[in-house]
């Protein structure tokens, strides 16, 4: 753990992090300005509730390639007291490769969503941001975790 | 006679079990529905809603649950033309606004496609949606800066309007944002006020005639399944669906509000009809709210203004009628 | 209830394969939910696209990453640190008494912080290290960081309450208030827990050293700025400057300040602190995406029908009624992610015991417990799998083992809490 990473590794962490970092600074931001704002001076910021959920949503799926890059998943291990190091390590493999597809399943699935929402031109109520982006977004988080996956299945240990 | 073929749908509903929408209007229907095909089809209620409340159409749409019922105003870029109703100075009572705006859906709006991808069974709105607050309001004087909770939508438009300060919260986070102080005061139907439980933190309801807004819903059907009835039973269905849904759902909502009127009765609420300079400074105030709606359904084709003043015709008349 | 039952199974069995345990929930929840429909896997999909897109859409669950983030705020401020050197000065010299200490800490944390997994993952970070330099066993230290975190839902601010409180429209200050006995109450079971496993076995819990009233004294005095950031954020609730869900982000926000104040940001650590919150609300809204695709496919099954034809079967008495779902959500709890199975079943339970005539305030406390049991039973338990995570040294299996008495603990005071409906409604029967 204590072995510096490589430096395409942290730029590659950075891609998502300084995104899913600003979002959360921002989101705790605006809830402050909103309350302060309305409480002094009456005056709430217009549709500050649903540009929170949007913000949620980037925060989450800008996370997941990060979570996923840092094997960071809730997993249970009691099967590797069963396995010696060699079996352990042929077992992530496989695990990768499924949790790769799975995440290719699920990127063709928010992809025709997306494609949907597009075409309704759904919106958010007040302040009519667009949802469409925000799920293409969605879909382009898991395709990218699903990259990282396979990466995973052939990285050298 | 050969035992008949029968279908069970799902029916599901994003407010509780025992709101008058499920336990009256929806279970109502459903044993309407039952008898009408001499119990060919069936329903069963689904224990909990498949998608938050927004995502009801395309739950319905996509078959995560055949029956269902939503806001138009939840996808306000898909449902444009259903605004009309819930804008400022409507219907008295649901039953009138609720009849008013099917025929004229009927009529005008459902070629239009608004609702397509689903089977819409009937089209209706809950009761003039009113001003409540903490503290006495007399003129719009008292409204400017006012904490106002609303849903988004018309409600939200019109509080702008009004010079309320406009926040839009969950409608369940309401009592605690009256009772904590964080908001002034809310629009909401009669009913919601018995339903989130707000007469006790509330001091004034002021009335204004037609209301400051409505919500218009859609009660529909996934379409495969509607397609996959027996021809005798769409045609059972078909009665009891339209306008008849209309006044189902119009009459509940009332009947929901007048309990709603009592409790606020009961426990000290005043109820104070607001005065015609008030009334007037209001309508004025919102002529730009009903300004866009018509250009948005003229962008659609439809001659907005004409369609507006045949809405209030079919209002007179529906109020007439009872 | 027989499919329901096939696929918690198969699930448990993927998550011991390894298979991440979000995606296992999700992909046993999306067959499932096929299977179901006489294999129509168009709306399994639909079902599956509801979920990922509305999931993160929800304004309530905002409160979340919030209150990871002042989590983590509160440990960089140096306060997590204070309350539990504070803790220690008067309880470190008895047997277990670190253990005992990271209990009260975490109470008081609980205070300031909304959340269990924050809660867990931070003593992880500032007690656990400690734990170890003194020679506790790997079971008891895992166990008392795990158990001691179930304390930041029950003792207020809480997003379970927030949660519950907005979908059964309860009052969420009364909730807020009704919180402190019980919070109280379980800090001393479990206590009596950490008792327990270092009189079965003394080498676990080795005495720390005593301090002396100057040093106690020293060490309370440094614990204001965690005081001044619970007035403020209960403060501000009550006070109707800020909702119970903004208080998460004015909470936060008070955290920063006092981070910046004390000197102990800088962009380096703001962005570490940033980036970690990010990383777990990404984890943890995985996780409940999966369950809640699962809870889907529960909700097709007869599952939900069952469960309540079972509980109005025991029509001796309302108590009965109660305690049959106390007993369900135990054992639902072990198995299902702690959000999702509350989604699913208050819909279930809730018009039920409220018909029964129930307070939904007191019913509100005892959602709370056992969410808090279900967080620390084996083998699906988030503030388990916060503490594996954070701790790579640790297995899974020592973890399981240490949260037990933890575990029972919260069990009894759940009993009492049932039993005892004036430990939770006391406080609140104040507030107009
Ligand atoms: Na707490
Ligand atoms: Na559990």
């Known amino acids: 753990m204590s072995v510096p990473e490589p430096r395409w590794k942290r730029r590659a962490d950075a891609l998502l992090g300084v995104p899913a970092s600003v979002v959360l600074l921002a989101m705790m931001g605006l809830t402050v300005v909103d309350v302060v704002a309305r409480y002094r001076f009456s005056r709430p910021v217009r549709g500050a509730f649903e540009v929170t959920e949007l913000m949620l949503v980037v925060l989450i799926f800008a996370g997941l390639p990060l979570v996923s890059f840092s094997d960071e998943h809730a997993v249970m291990d009691f099967v590797d007291r069963l396995l010696g190091p060699r079996g352990q390590g042929r077992l992530q493999r496989c695990v990768h490769v499924v949790n790769a597809a799975f995440m290719f399943l699920l990127t063709w699935l928010m992809w025709r969503k997306a494609d949907r929402i597009w075409a309704y031109g759904d919106a958010t109520d007040v302040l009519r941001i667009l949802y469409g982006p925000f799920v293409y977004f969605m879909a382009i988080t898991l395709a990218f975790a699903g990259v990282i996956h396979l990466y995973k299945v052939v990285e050298r240990r | ?322 | ?432």
């Open chain 2, 1 to 322: 006679p050969a035992p008949a073929q029968t279908t069970t749908l799902t029916m599901s509903s994003w407010v509780s079990p025992q709101h008058h929408i499920t336990a009256v209007v929806l279970q109502g229907w459903a044993n309407e529905a039952e008898k009408a095909t001499n119990g060919r089809v069936k329903f069963s209620m689904l224990p909990k809603h498949p998608s938050a409340p927004p995502g009801t159409f395309d739950a319905v749409r996509d078959g995560l649950v055949d029956l269902s019922f939503v806001t138009a105003s939840y996808t306000p870029a898909r449902h444009i033309l259903p605004l009309m109703p819930e804008l400022p100075g409507s219907g008295d009572t649901a039953l009138a606004n609720s009849i008013a705006y099917s025929r004229i859906h009927w009529k005008h709006f459902h070629k239009l496609g608004e609702y397509k991808g689903v089977k819409l069974l009937g089209v209706f709105t809950h009761g003039p949606g009113q001003m409540f607050t903490k503290k006495p309001v007399r003129s719009i004087a008292d409204v400017q800066g006012l904490k106002i909770r609303t849903g988004g939508g018309v409600a939200e438009q019109v509080a702008k309007a009004l010079g309320a300060s406009a926040f839009v919260k969950p409608a369940p986070e309401s009592y605690e944002l009256l009772s904590s102080g964080v908001a002034d005061g809310v629009f909401f139907p009669l009913e919601s006020i018995i339903s989130f439980k707000l007469e006790t933190v509330l001091e004034q309801a002021t009335l204004f005639p037609g209301g400051m807004y409505s919500s218009a819903f859609g009660f529909f059907m996934n379409e495969d399944k509607w397609n996959k009835l027996p021809r005798q039973d769409q045609e059972a269905l078909e009665k009891i669906s339209g306008e008849h849904i209309a006044r189902l759902a119009g009459n509940s909502w009332d009947e929901a509000d007048r309990k709603g009127m009592e409790a606020l009765k009961k426990s000290g609420v005043k109820i104070v009809n607001a005065n015609s300079e008030f009334v007037a400074e209001v309508k004025k105030r919102s002529t730009p709210i009903i300004e866009d709606w018509i250009q948005k359904a003229n962008a659609k084709g439809l001659d907005g203004a004409k369609i507006l003043a045949e809405f209030r015709d079919e209002l007179k008349k529906a109020a007439a009628v009872k």
């Open chain 3, 1 to 432: 209830m027989i499919e329901g039952l096939v696929g918690l199974a198969v699930m448990m069995l993927l998550c011991c394969l390894r298979i991440p345990i979000s995606f296992s929930m999700a992909l046993v929840g999306m067959v499932g939910y096929a299977y179901m429909r006489d294999w129509n896997w168009t709306v399994a999909f639909a079902t599956v696209q509801t979920k990922l897109y509305e999931t993160g859409r929800n304004y309530t669950l905002s409160v979340v990453p919030l209150f990871i983030l002042m989590g983590n705020f509160v440990t960089r401020a140096g306060m997590s640190q204070e309350l539990f050197r504070a803790a220690y000065a008067f309880i470190g010299h008895l047997r277990g008494g670190l253990a005992m200490a990271t209990i009260w800490a975490s109470a008081g944390f609980g205070g300031i912080c909304g959340s269990s997994i924050a809660t867990a993952a931070t003593f992880a970070k500032v007690a656990y290290p400690s734990m170890k330099k003194f020679g506790y066993s790997d079971r008891l230290a895992a166990g008392v960081v795990a158990g001691g975190g179930t304390l930041g839902i029950m003792i207020p601010p809480s997003t379970i309450m927030v949660i519950y409180g907005i979908f059964t429209e309860t009052n969420i200050g009364k909730l807020f208030a009704a919180g402190i006995v019980p919070g109280i109450v379980g800090a001393i079971l479990l206590c009596g827990a950490v008792q327990y496993m270092t009189w079965r076995d003394p080498a676990s819990g080795p005495r720390g050293e005593r301090s002396t009233w100057g040093e106690r004294f020293r060490a309370l005095k440094d614990v204001w700025a965690v005081a001044v950031l619970f007035l403020f954020v209960m403060g501000g609730i009550y006070g109707g400057l800020f909702t119970a869900t903004e208080g998460a982000a004015m909470g936060a926000f008070g955290a920063m300040v006092f981070a910046l104040w004390r000197r102990a940001l800088t962009w380096t650590t703001l962005y570490a602190a940033l980036l970690e919150s990010a990383r777990t609300t990404a984890m943890l809204f995985m996780i409940l995406i999966g369950a809640l695709i699962f809870a889907e496919f529960v909700n097709i099954t007869t599952m939900p029908a069952d469960l309540k034809a079972f509980v109005t079967r025991f029509n001796v008495g309302p108590t009965m009624v109660v305690a049959a779902i106390c007993a369900i959500y135990v054992v639902l709890g072990t198995a299902m992610e702690e959000l999702s199975m509350i989604l699913l079943t208050i819909p279930v339970f809730f018009p039920v015991v409220v018909h029964l005539g129930f307070d939904p305030i007191w019913f509100g406390i005892i959602i709370v417990c056992v969410v808090e049991i279900g967080l620390i039973s084996p083998p699906v338990g988030m503030n388990m799998f916060v503490l594996r995570t954070l701790i790579p040294e640790l297995s899974t299996a020592t973890i399981f083992s240490g949260v037990l008495p933890f575990m029972w603990a919260d069990v009894l005071r759940l009993a009492l809490l049932v039993a005892f409906p004036i430990l939770s409604l006391w406080l609140p029967s104040f507030m107009k």
